[in-house]
C-alpha cells in the first residue's frame, strides 16, 4: 500500500507517490497555465484519479491522500482559502476530491503545516516536538510545531506571520500583505530593491539594467558585492532575525527551519539572521533553539501532504 502526497503551489501541482516509510517512489509535475477556481479543483480530481489507477494497476493501490494548499484549509468545513488561486476565497476543495476518489482517505492542511511536518518526519527535525518552519516565497509563512501538534488557532490561521508587526508606524502599504511579508518575502526584497533603485539616480550597478526586478537578480548582485544589493538584504537579515526572536520567545523551539525559495540563495545568511535574533529573543530560549536551513527543500509540502496520508 502506498501514500498519495499532494503540492499545491500559485503556479504548479506537484504529486508523488511514497512508501509507508517515507520513501519518494515517483512524483509529477503539472502546470496550471492560469486555472482559476473551479477549473484548478478539476485538475488536482483529474491528477489524483489517475496516480490512484496506476498505484492500483500496479498493484500498490494508495491508502490514502493527504493535500498541501497554499493559503488556509479549514479542517472543520473541508474548505480552502488560497489567495494566489483566484476562486477559492472559501472553495469545497475536500467535498470535491472525496467525491473523486469515493472511499479513499483525504486530508488536506496548509503549506505551513505541511512544511513543518514534512521537516519532522523525513527532514531536519526528527523527532522534534516543537519546531517551526519558516517559509519564505512569494510569501511569508510559519509552521509551527508545538508540544508535538501542529498549532492552528481557533480559524487555522496560526502560522501567517507575514502579517508580524515589526515596524512602526503603521503605512497602508500594509494593507495588502502585512508589514514583515511588505519587506522580506521574495517580493518584498525586489519591491525594496526597486524603491532604493528609484530614489538613487546615481546609481549605475548591475540591478539598473535588471528593471523590472526579481529577487534573484538581488541576489546575484549581492554575490558580486554590490552595495545596493547589501542594503536590501542587510534589512530582510534584520527582519528575519526579529521575527525569529519573536518566534523563539513565543513558542521556546528546539529549531527554526528556513525554507522557500529564498531559501535557496539566503541560506549563506542563515548565521547572520541568528546573530541578530540574539539581540531580540528571550536568551535562554535563544541558547536552546538551532537555525537550520531545511534538507527538503521544494519537497517540504509533498512529504508533508505524504505525512498527512500516513496519519489518516
Known sequence: MSLLGVDLGGTKLALAVFGKEGDLVHRHNVLLEGRQGKAVASLICEQIVRQVDTQKTAGDPVQAIGISVPGISYQKTGLVWAPNIPGWDNYPLRAEVRQAVGDLPVKIDSDRACAVLGEVWKGNAPSCQDAIFLTVGTGIGAGILADGRVLRGAHDISGCIGWMALQRPYLDLYDSCGCFEYYAS??????????????????QGPLRGAEPLSAREVFDAFDQGDELAKEVLDLCVELWGMASANLISLFNPEKIIFGGGIFGPAVPLIPAIAKEAEKWAQPIGMQQVTFEASVLGGDACLFGAAFLAKSC
Open 186 to 203: 521574495g517580493d518584498g526584497i525586489a519591491r525594496t530593491a526597486q524603491w532604493l533603485l528609484d530614489k538613487n539616480k546615481a546609481y
